[in-house]
């Protein structure tokens, strides 16, 4: 079977691997549609070798091996990109987003198979094969959002108009926020729109305008940053007093990580910094719930669809067309 891999910079090549037969506890996936995540654009960035790719998937079940029973051939699934255990004492005491003994699946979604434990696969329902490979970065959002905690009223500021920030923004409508600013590069015409769509009420242009500056006097209760680690301090710094910062963004070198924060600021304003990483990968039932329900429209996301063997393509598409692109997804009949 066909199988892409990437490595920098943006440089695809599309393989003949063997797919290997699954063993008692997997599953045989067709892959229908798999998600480029902003991980997959960092790599392309900074890894130096090839390797398989792509985590946000939805598909078939082809064949079960024979000790699995949650699923069944033929099923429409999406799958998990970690899985918790169930059985660890974190598990076990009832807090199962803080499993060490999670199961995590090959990131390979950019095939046209793949061989997975059952237990990461998660019926799709009345969802489109697209739709489900939205579900896993939708969980991701709502991790986001879980963490700022944000209560009804809220001032919300998001840093970022990529598909995580905008699924944020509008789980943040849903919430009950009060009044929603994004933060947005000015060329990304097509996610500013979204940003609307979903709810924002204002969106400012990073590169022309100072944050600060115009968010001065506000009282902006959660920040919300999806954006790399540089930003965090000027995210700590418009949020009011006893606000929440809910950190995602990564960066894509150890230097890029590090920034500098004024401790003293922080605990005489009472912030809370804190970090989501949706690790076990979780509430994929309710992602579902409010897809099939019409509360989230995750459809309107995806912007540029390519096949497999068109993958260079999508890649470059998610580095040069910033104007158009909201999510990239690869597609197979
Ligand atoms: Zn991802
Ligand atoms: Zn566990």
Redesign the pocket.
């Known amino acids: 079977m066909k199988q892409a891999f990437l490595k920098a910079p943006f440089m695809v090549e599309i393989r003949d691997v063997e797919l290997k037969a699954p063993g008692a506890d997997e599953v045989v996936l067709d892959i229908k549609a798999c998600g480029v995540c902003g991980s997959d654009v960092n790599a392309a960035q900074a890894s130096a070798a090839y390797h398989p790719f792509g985590h946000e998937l939805a598909g078939i079940v082809e064949a079960v091996g024979s000790h699995v029973t949650n699923v069944h051939v033929g099923d429409r699934v999406a799958m998990e990109s970690s899985s ?5 004492p ?2 076990r005491n009832g807090h ?1 987003e803080l ?4 199961y995590v699946p090959p990131y390979e979604g950019f095939a046209e198979k793949i061989v997975v434990n059952a237990r990461a696969l998660v019926p799709i329902r009345s969802l489109s094969f697209e739709e489900g490979a939205i579900i896993e970065p939708f969980g991701v959002a709502m991790d986001l959002v879980e963490v700022a905690d944000i209560q009804l009223g809220d001032e919300v500021v998001v840093y970022g108009a990529g598909p995580i920030a905008l699924l944020a923004v509008r789980l943040a409508r849903l919430k009950g926020a009060g009044h929603i600013t994004v933060l947005a590069h000015a060329h990304s015409q097509k996610r500013i729109e979204l940003a609307y769509d979903y709810g924002a009420d204002e969106v400012l242009f990073t590169d022309q305008v100072s944050v600060p500056e115009v968010l001065k006097g506000r009282n902006i209760q959660r920040v919300l940053v999806t954006t790399p680690p540089s930003t965090v301090p000027e995210a700590v710094s418009i949020a009011s007093f006893g606000g929440v910062i809910s950190v995602i963004g990564i960066a894509k070198t150890p230097e890029e990580s590090k920034c500098t924060l004024d401790i003293n600021y922080m605990h005489f304003h009472r912030l809370q910094l804190r970090f989501s990483h949706a690790t076990p990968a979780l509430f994929f039932p309710l992602c579902i719930d409010l897809i099939e329900r019409g509360l989230v429209d995750v459809g309107k996301l995806i912007t540029h669809r390519f096949t497999l063997e068109d993958m260079q393509q999508a890649m470059s598409a998610v580095r040069d067309d910033k104007q158009t692109v909201g999510k990239v997804l690869m597609v197979r009949e």
């Open positions: 918790y255990c169930g059985d660890c974190a598990c199962v499993c060490d003994h999670k």
